[in-house]
T-cell receptor, first 114, second 107 residues
Framework: SAVISQKPSRDICQRGTSLTIQCQVD?????MFWYRQQPGQSLTLIATANQGSEATYESGFVIDKFPISRPNLTFSTLTVSNMSPEDSSIYLC???????????FGSGTRLTVV | AQRVTQPEKLLSVFKGAPVELKCNYSYSGSPELFWYVQYSRQRLQLLLRHISRESIKGFTADLNKGETSFHLKKPFAQEEDSAMYYCALGDTDKLIFGTGTRLQVFP
């Protein structure tokens, strides 16, 4: 199955600052997905990132707050902008890894905003 | 609206006991359903999907369209099954997750 490397694994950030999370896949994939998991809650899709086009955001998420880059078929970044304590969550990258493996997930980035 | 419901936050059983983790869904089309598992300090990983009709680590799940359910079952729980289990619904290239059930298997 695809191997996803996500960086950083965790960070503590000051409110008002921004953090960029990187997701690297060891194979070329068409679609990459960014999820958020708030404390004690389930995973919620933030956006879908296709190479060569603008990311598609889910209801409740906007590009100004969560800009996404997808420069090639193996890499994507998610930026959490102008952070507040409510942004404290685990952010996960995911790819569709074919019929046998389904969606594969990165190990996540645990973000704490103070 | 598409939705996945896992009614139990925590399920505790003793080793060797049967396990059933409940999952109900709401979806207007033909659903594609998954069970994902997250062991302590590990990443989320696919356990099984209804299309495969496989048994993974002794777990099975049958899609019941009449009851809109996709419950996860195992006849004899093992301690190493202790983990967080998420039911998920595939919806046009994305996943909608339930809130998860933590399974604790005591020795």
């Amino acid at each position: 199955s695809a191997v996803i490397s996500q960086k950083p694994s965790r960070d503590i950030c000051q409110r008002g600052t921004s953090l960029t999370i990187q997701c690297q896949v060891d194979s070329q994939v068409t679609m990459m997905f960014w999820y958020r998991q708030q404390p004690g809650q389930s995973l919620t899709l933030i956006a879908t990132a296709n190479q060569g086009s603008e990311a598609t955001y889910e209801s409740g998420f906007v590009i100004d707050k969560f800009p996404i880059s997808r420069p090639n078929l193996t890499f994507s970044t998610l930026t959490v902008s102008n952070m507040s304590p409510e942004d404290s969550s685990i952010y996960l990258c995911s790819v569709w890894d074919g019929f046998n493996y389904g969606y594969t997930f990165g190990s996540g980035t645990r973000l704490t905003v103070v | 609206a598409q939705r996945v419901t896992q009614p139990e936050k925590l399920l505790s059983v003793f080793k060797g006991a049967p396990v059933e983790l409940k999952c109900n869904y709401s979806y207007s089309g033909s659903p594609e359903l998954f069970w994902y598992v997250q062991y302590s300090r590990q990443r989320l990983q696919l356990l099984l999907r209804h299309i495969s009709r496989e048994s993974i680590k002794g777990f099975t799940a049958d899609l019941n369209k009449g009851e809109t359910s996709f419950h996860l079952k195992k006849p004899f729980a093992q301690e190493e099954d202790s983990a967080m289990y998420y039911c998920a619904l595939g919806d046009t290239d994305k996943l909608i997750f339930g809130t998860g059930t933590r399974l604790q298997v005591f020795p």
